[in-house]
Antibody, heavy 123, light 110 residues
Framework: QVQLVQSGADVKKPGASVKVSCTAS????????MHWVRQTPGQGLEWMAW????????KYAQKFQGRITVTRDTSITTAYMELSGLRSDDTAVYFC????????????????WGQGTMLTVSS | QSALTQPPSASGSPGQSVTISCTGT?????????VSWYQQHPGKAPKLMIY???KRPSGVPDRFSGSKSGNTVSLTVSGLQAEDEADYYC??????????FGTGTTVTVL
């Protein structure tokens, strides 16, 4: 079945970097954009970035420009999100999510989500 | 780009209907029909319920419907069931940003 499996929870100190992975299965990895969305404790959802696995093109939210890098490895159908200069307010659950598409028509919506990766930033 | 505005909470009895609003501006919801809705149960990942304002993905019950008027989109859940109790978020494509989520609404089934 179509699924996204993310790496496990992590704890980092302020100023460090984290790299979260998202492994896709059950569909053609290069056929769908992959997005990263985070959810801070008790708060709502926040869009962070997307990557086009077919070519590697990326787009980042202005808020994270300079701190975020999204990459992919098509040989293992995995996308990565690296966030640097971590602060306590980066403590959140990070999700990868596939952008839906049907017959080449973009849904502009996220139809498959990973299980989430809890990141705790604490000294 | 500010978050879209949703009411913090909504409720209804089993079998009733509940409607959640999501208000944006003429720069996002008002100009794009690329609005989606997500259901999130505690500790779980969001689930896509509606895309392109009113389209349902395969497997989503037709009790869930979406609409748009001006700068406001709405999600209606008809025939409320216990399992509909969850947080709901709207999301709009806004071009350059390019996506912004709503503030979220907690639906309680009384």
């Amino acid at each position: 079945q179509v699924q996204l499996v993310q790496s496990g929870a992590d704890v980092k100190k302020p100023g460090a970097s984290v790299k979260v992975s998202c492994t896709a299965s059950g569909y053609t990895f290069t056929g769908y954009y992959m997005h990263w969305v985070r959810q801070t404790p008790g708060q709502g959802l926040e869009w962070m970035a997307w990557i086009n696995p077919n070519g590697g093109g990326t787009k980042y939210a202005q808020k994270f420009q300079g701190r975020i890098t999204v990459t992919r490895d098509t040989s293992i159908t995995t996308a990565y999100m690296e966030l640097s200069g971590l602060r306590s307010d980066d403590t959140a659950v990070y999700f990868c999510a596939r952008e839906g598409d049907s017959g080449g028509t973009d849904w502009y919506a996220f139809d498959i989500w990973g299980q989430g990766t809890m990141l705790t930033v604490s000294s | 780009q500010s978050a879209l505005t949703q009411p913090p909470s909504a409720s209804g009895s089993p079998g009733q209907s509940v409607t959640i609003s999501c208000t944006g501006t003429s720069s996002d919801v008002g100009v794009y029909n690329h609005v989606s809705w997500y259901q999130q149960h505690p500790g779980k990942a969001p689930k896509l319920m509606i895309y392109e304002v009113s389209k349902r993905p395969s497997g989503v019950p037709d009790r869930f419907s979406g609409s748009k008027s001006g700068n406001t989109v709405s999600l209606t859940v008809s025939g409320l069931q216990a399992e509909d109790e969850a947080d709901y978020y709207c999301c709009s494509y806004v071009g350059t940003t390019p996506y912004v989520f709503g503030t979220g609404t907690t639906v309680t089934v009384l």
